[in-house]
């Protein structure tokens, strides 16, 4: 069965005044449905892997399928219609829009392509707040909330567009121990209920355990690729 | 929409910033309108009290016997002109008053009053006395009337070079603030004029005024044109008053220049700080391509927020601006109460300039556009 990301060959060289190779031959297969944690040690290509994985950096070779979708050729413009409809981030810093309440921003995904929020969306943004237990700070700006409620409606927003995937960098990188737990069990519970894939990239191997496969990098390389019983 | 929505966002959350170019663009635009408001009003004035109450375009006689034959033809031509607002046939001549065995110079000339009073406005330079109501009257100006020692119904005895004299009943006495005209013009019927120098049914000039002074020249050509006659001569102010309008070319110029850099100015504002913008809002927008924002919707958050701060500003600088010059017009006033300057509000010139002000400002945000366009959101992530 073909993967819902399928990496074949992935090779990433940075150029500057030293060439520098950050991955080698990566293969790789991601079923839909499934949890996946990347870890390893700063540098060991894991962040780039997941750029290449979210169209936002490009392999120097090798072929990146996204659901079924060769996205090597792709223009900008297509490229960009696929992360809104496929794709949800969740990175390290929120980067909510600070101008804009909570709901606003996790609504902003769906209004890049239309001109108002349906009534099935504005349902699955009240489902979404209930399931992250965020519902109280819906209609705060993003600057009134804690880090972990940032964090949260940043996940909410990534989930908004029922994207078929959902990459995350350091999702918990500043949060605390309680607020990490919150947001791994939240993860899980989309991953059950929509059947999203999630791919984690991590350092905290906390985090990683609560994944079906961990897949470890060292020096741009897969070293091992191991199933958990999550 | 959504770039809109943001742009707004944008701009009403950083509120300080905001008022900032925003005052600082209305304060440039109002300058801007105000400088050109008033140069304009100014030249406007200028020319109104040297040529207003004067026929903008005068056609004479080309041939030796100075009068013009079937000026009917003419007047009926000039009648269906475009631009033609009031028209008089004229018949003038020179003629002498005695004082004290001296002889002053004087121009008689002979108008249907009615004609006259639009292009001399004489019915208000009329200070004491009233209009010729009949054919042996006469108007006489002030300074002519002071050398004279006259009075309301007093006769006045014209010698004429040809020989022989006319005597005429003073109905009133009009002042059209010009010494030279009110010295030694002599106002009376067409009919009386064409009666004392022998005229016939001949007239010495058809005179008109315009809608638009500065077309005299336009116009008088376009009356050579359809006339065609060589037994005439059309002139208009604007070739009698070269210097005049060489003056008036120069404050234009010098007008548009100042309007040029104030305008410039206002790009120039209006770019950096929404360059600047493009740099604080960078993560955002990083974050807005990565869920799949495209390059050309994010870079309009910032042409729009260049509209809609020249929307605003330039708004804000009109009105500014139009009170300045009622409050220059209105503190510039002479001690006998008349304006420095008469008020001309030059609603196309206001539109004008609010519509450059509002593209140029658009077109400062193309600058901070391009710059988003350029922006990768793997940096903005990478940094944090």
Redesign the interface.
């Known amino acids: 069965m073909r993967g819902i990301i399928e990496l074949t060959q992935v090779n990433k060289v940075y150029h500057g005044a030293v060439d520098s190779q950050v991955l080698f031959d990566i293969n790789l297969s991601f079923e839909a449905g499934t949890c996946n944690a990347i870890i390893g040690v700063s540098g060991s290509g894991k962040t780039t892997l997941l750029n290449i994985m979210g169209t936002l950096d490009f392999p120097n070779r090798g072929d990146v399928l996204i659901d079924g979708k060769l996205v090597n050729n792709m223009t900008k413009n297509q490229l960009a219609c696929l992360r809104n409809e496929t794709i949800g981030f969740v990175f390290q810093f929120h980067h909510l829009l600070p101008e804009f309440t909570a709901l606003e921003n996790v609504l902003m995904p769906h209004l890049i392509n239309r001109w108002r929020p349906s009534q099935e969306v504005l349902k699955r943004a009240d489902e979404l707040f209930d399931m992250l237990e965020i519902t109280e700070v819906k209609h705060s700006l993003a600057t009134k909330m804690s880090g972990g409620q940032q964090q949260r409606t940043a996940i909410a927003r990534a989930l908004i567009n029922n994207p078929k995937i959902i990459l995350t960098d350091e999702p918990t990188g500043n949060l605390d121990s309680e607020t990490t737990d919150k947001i791994c069990q939240g993860f899980r519970e989309i991953n059950r209920r929509y059947g999203t894939t999630f791919i984690v990239v991590t350092h905290n191997h906390l985090v990683a355990e609560h994944t079906d496969r961990i897949i470890e990098m060292r020096d741009g390389r897969i070293i091992s690729d191991t199933k958990s019983d999550v | 929409?959504?770039a809109f929505?943001?742009g707004v966002?944008?701009l009403?959350?950083g509120r300080t910033q905001s008022i900032l170019i925003l005052v600082g663009i209305a304060i440039a635009i109002s300058i801007q309108i105000f400088v050109g408001l008033l140069i304009d009003s100014l030249q406007r004035t200028i020319v109104d009290r040297t040529i207003g109450n004067s026929p903008h375009i005068t056609i004479s006689s080309s041939t030796d016997v100075s009068t013009i034959r079937r000026w009917q033809q003419i007047a009926y031509e000039v009648e269906h002109t475009r631009q033609v607002k009031a028209f008089s046939p004229s018949a003038t001549g020179n003629a002498f008053v005695e004082k004290e065995n001296r002889d002053l110079p004087v121009l008689v000339r002979g108008f249907p009053f009615s004609s006259v009073d639009r292009i001399y406005n004489i019915r208000n330079a009329i200070y004491d006395g009233k209009e010729y109501s009949s054919r042996q009257e006469v108007l006489v100006g002030r300074e002519l009337r002071e050398e004279l020692e006259l009075d309301v119904g007093d006769k006045i005895v014209l010698s004429l070079p040809r020989g022989g004299k006319v005597t005429l009943t003073i109905s009133g006495f009009y002042d059209l603030g010009v010494s030279s005209i009110n010295k030694a013009w002599i106002f009376t019927y067409l009919d009386t004029a064409q009666d004392i120098f022998e005229f016939g049914d001949r007239v010495t000039s058809i005179e008109m005024t315009i809608e638009d002074i500065f077309q005299a020249d336009t116009v008088a050509s376009q009356l050579e044109q359809n006339l065609n006659n060589d037994e005439v001569v059309i002139e208009n102010w604007k070739d009698q008053n070269q210097e005049l309008l060489s003056g008036l070319e120069g404050q234009r110029i010098s007008s548009a220049i100042i309007q040029i850099v104030i305008i410039a100015s206002v790009v120039i504002a209006i770019a950096s700080v929404l360059a600047i913008s493009v740099l604080q809002k960078s993560?955002?927008i990083?974050?807005?391509?990565?869920?799949?924002?495209?390059?050309f919707?994010a870079s309009l958050i910032f042409l729009y927020e260049g509209f809609l701060l020249g929307l605003v500003g330039s708004l804000a600088g009109l009105v500014l601006g139009v009170s300045l010059l009622y409050a220059f017009v209105f503190f510039t006033t002479s001690p006998d109460g008349t304006t420095l300057i008469d008020l001309y509000l030059d609603y196309g010139f206001i539109v004008r300039s609010w519509l450059i002000a509002l593209t140029a400002s658009t077109v400062a945000g193309v600058i901070p556009a391009r710059k988003s366009l350029k922006l990768n959101?793997?940096d903005?992530?990478?940094e944090?």
């Open positions: 929409m959504l929505k943001i966002r944008f009403t959350h993560p955002e990083g974050i807005l391509k990565a869920m799949g924002i495209n390059d919707n959101p793997i903005v992530i990478r944090g």
